[in-house]
C-alpha cells in the first residue's frame, strides 16, 4: 500500500487499560506501527501510569494517558472507562478488551464515527458468579457488526457461536523472526513461558519437569514477563530471561532444542508460531489455536497429555535428524503467517471503514 496523503481524518485510536508486554499486546504494537507507516495519526490512550511495554513504537506513534491516576487499579481503570468516550471524538477507533468495547461502542455512537473491534482471544474463561457475568458480557461484545478476527480458527469458533466476523486476517511472527540464519548449537534442551493464569496449566509445566528426570533444571530455559514466577523458577535452578526486545526474545528461541506450550486454550497461541519460525520444534497441548497451523508429527507436535508430552520433547531430543526434518517443515509453515500480511489487511479494512463514513 502507498502512504496515504489525502485530507480525510487520519486518526486512530487504540485504547487499553494497560500498556504492557503481554503477547497480545505486541500484536497490537505491531498494528499501531503499520498503521503509522501508511500516514495515519495513531495514538494509545491509557490510564496514567499504566505503560510497561517493552515493544518499539514507531516514532509516530503516541501515547496519551488520560485521568487522573490513583496509583491503584480499580479507581484508576474505572476513571478511564467513565472518561474515554469523550475522548473518541474525530478519526478511527480500534478496541481490543471487552472492557473498553462498550466506552469505544458508546463514543462511536456519541460522535459518529467508525469503529473496529479487534478480537485476538474468546473471553469466556472466567469463574464464579461474578465470572459468569462477565462472560456473558464478553459473549454480548462478540454481536459487534465491524468485528476484526485475528486469524481463521477464531473466526470459525465465533461463527459457531452465531457471530459472523467483519473481516479475518492471519496473525503471525514479526519480521524479526524471519531472515537470520538459525542456530545449529542450542544451549538449552527445553523452553516454555510459564505464566500464573490458570488456562495457562503452570501445572502441567510441573508436572513433565518431574518426568524429565534425565536433565536439570539448568537446561530449561524459562521466558516470560511475569518477575515473580521468573523469580521463583530460578531459586529452584531454572534458567530465566525477561526480554526486553524482540531480538532477545529470538535469541531465547534459538538456544532451545523444543518449546512446550502446556495451554488448555489459546485463541491462536504465537509463541509455538514464533518458536516454528526460528526452527524449533514444538510440543503442543491441543488447545484450539495451535492446530491451525500444527500439523501434527510433521512440523511439530500435539499432545493430550503430559506423559505423552515428555515422551514427545525426549523423542526429539535423542533423534537429531526427526528433529532438524521438523524445524525445517516447522519454518516452511510459518512463512505463511508473517504478520506483516495480516496487518495490510487490517490496514486495507480500516481505511475502507474510515472512507465509508
Same mark, same amino acid.
Given at each position: 500500500?502507498?502512504?496515504?496523503?489525502?485530507?480525510?481524518?487520519?486518526?486512530?485510536?487504540?485504547?487499553?487499560?494497560?500498556?504492557?508486554?503481554?503477547?497480545?499486546?505486541?500484536?497490537?504494537?505491531?498494528?499501531?506501527?503499520?498503521?503509522?507507516?501508511?500516514?495515519?495519526?495513531?495514538?494509545?490512550?491509557?490510564?496514567?501510569?499504566?505503560?510497561?511495554?517493552?515493544?518499539?513504537?514507531?516514532?509516530?506513534?503516541?501515547?496519551?494517558?488520560?485521568?487522573?491516576?490513583?496509583?491503584?487499579?480499580?479507581?484508576?481503570?474505572?476513571?478511564?472507562?467513565?472518561?474515554?468516550?469523550?475522548?473518541?471524538?474525530?478519526?478511527?477507533?480500534?478496541?481490543?478488551?471487552?472492557?473498553?468495547?462498550?466506552?469505544?461502542?458508546?463514543?462511536?455512537?456519541?460522535?459518529?464515527?467508525? =469503529? #473496529?473491534?479487534? *478480537?485476538?482471544?474468546? @473471553?469466556?474463561?472466567?469463574? $464464579?458468579?461474578?465470572?459468569? %457475568? &462477565?462472560? !456473558?458480557?464478553?459473549?454480548?461484545?462478540?454481536?459487534?457488526?465491524?468485528?476484526?478476527?485475528?486469524?481463521?480458527?477464531?473466526?470459525?469458533?465465533?461463527?459457531?457461536?452465531?457471530?459472523?466476523?467483519?473481516?479475518?486476517?492471519?496473525?503471525?511472527?514479526?519480521?524479526?523472526?524471519?531472515?537470520?540464519?538459525?542456530?545449529?548449537?542450542?544451549?538449552?534442551?527445553?523452553?516454555?513461558?510459564?505464566?500464573?493464569?490458570?488456562?495457562?496449566?503452570?501445572?502441567?509445566?510441573?508436572?513433565?519437569?518431574? =518426568? #524429565?528426570?534425565? *536433565?536439570?533444571?539448568? @537446561?530449561?530455559?524459562?521466558? $516470560?514477563?511475569?518477575?515473580? %514466577? &521468573?523469580? !521463583?523458577?530460578?531459586?529452584?535452578?531454572?534458567?530465566?530471561?525477561?526480554?526486553?526486545?524482540?531480538?532477545?526474545?529470538?535469541?531465547?528461541?534459538?538456544?532451545?532444542?523444543?518449546?512446550?506450550?502446556?495451554?488448555?486454550?489459546?485463541?491462536?497461541?504465537?509463541?509455538?508460531?514464533?518458536?516454528?519460525?526460528?526452527?524449533?520444534?514444538?510440543?503442543?497441548?491441543?488447545?484450539?489455536?495451535?492446530?491451525?497451523?500444527?500439523?501434527?508429527?510433521?512440523?511439530?507436535?500435539?499432545?493430550?497429555?503430559?506423559?505423552?508430552?515428555?515422551?514427545?520433547?525426549?523423542?526429539?531430543?535423542?533423534?537429531?535428524?526427526?528433529?532438524?526434518?521438523?524445524?525445517?517443515?516447522?519454518?516452511?509453515?510459518?512463512?505463511?503467517?508473517?504478520?506483516?500480511?495480516?496487518?495490510?489487511?487490517?490496514?486495507?479494512?480500516?481505511?475502507?471503514?474510515?472512507?465509508?463514513?
Amino acid at each position: 500500500m502507498s502512504r496515504r496523503n489525502d485530507s480525510a481524518d487520519m486518526r486512530i485510536r487504540i485504547p487499553l487499560i494497560n500498556l504492557s508486554s503481554h503477547g497480545g499486546i505486541r500484536i497490537l504494537v505491531e498494528l499501531a506501527n503499520a498503521f503509522a507507516s501508511q500516514g495515519f495519526e495513531v495514538e494509545f490512550l491509557i490510564p496514567p501510569g499504566r505503560n510497561s511495554s517493552v515493544y518499539r513504537l514507531d516514532a509516530a506513534v503516541r501515547v496519551r494517558e488520560i485521568g487522573i491516576g490513583f496509583g491503584s487499579k480499580i479507581p484508576d481503570y474505572a476513571l478511564f472507562l467513565l472518561i474515554l468516550p469523550f475522548h473518541l471524538r474525530g478519526g478511527l477507533t480500534v478496541a481490543n478488551f471487552f472492557v473498553t468495547y462498550f466506552p469505544c461502542l458508546l463514543g462511536s455512537l456519541l460522535w459518529r464515527t467508525p =469503529l #473496529l473491534y479487534f *478480537v485476538q482471544d474468546i @473471553e469466556s474463561k472466567y469463574a $464464579g458468579l461474578v465470572g459468569g %457475568i &462477565l462472560n !456473558r458480557v464478553c459473549e454480548a461484545t462478540y454481536r459487534s457488526r465491524r468485528m476484526v478476527a485475528a486469524n481463521s480458527y477464531l473466526a470459525a469458533a465465533l461463527e459457531e457461536r452465531g457471530h459472523q466476523p467483519f473481516e479475518t486476517i492471519q496473525i503471525g511472527p514479526s519480521e524479526a523472526f524471519y531472515g537470520a540464519a538459525r542456530r545449529e548449537e542450542r544451549k538449552y534442551r527445553l523452553m516454555a513461558m510459564p505464566r500464573h493464569e490458570a488456562w495457562k496449566r503452570m501445572d502441567r509445566f510441573e508436572a513433565i519437569c518431574a =518426568l #524429565l528426570t534425565e *536433565v536439570s533444571p539448568a @537446561e530449561i530455559l524459562c521466558v $516470560g514477563q511475569d518477575a515473580e %514466577i &521468573l523469580s !521463583r523458577l530460578a531459586e529452584r535452578g531454572f534458567a530465566t530471561c525477561k526480554p526486553g526486545s524482540d531480538a532477545e526474545l529470538v535469541d531465547c528461541y534459538e538456544q532451545a532444542q523444543v518449546f512446550l506450550l502446556t495451554s488448555d486454550r489459546e485463541g491462536f497461541g504465537l509463541p509455538p508460531l514464533e518458536a516454528m519460525a526460528r526452527g524449533t520444534p514444538v510440543v503442543s497441548f491441543r488447545c484450539g489455536g495451535p492446530d491451525l497451523y500444527i500439523r501434527d508429527g510433521e512440523n511439530s507436535f500435539l499432545v493430550d497429555d503430559v506423559a505423552e508430552a515428555a515422551e514427545r520433547i525426549r523423542r526429539l531430543w535423542a533423534e537429531a535428524s526427526e528433529r532438524t526434518r521438523m524445524a525445517a517443515a516447522a519454518q516452511e509453515t510459518a512463512l505463511g503467517f508473517r504478520l506483516s500480511e495480516g496487518l495490510g489487511r487490517f490496514v486495507a479494512c480500516a481505511g475502507r471503514e474510515r472512507e465509508e463514513r
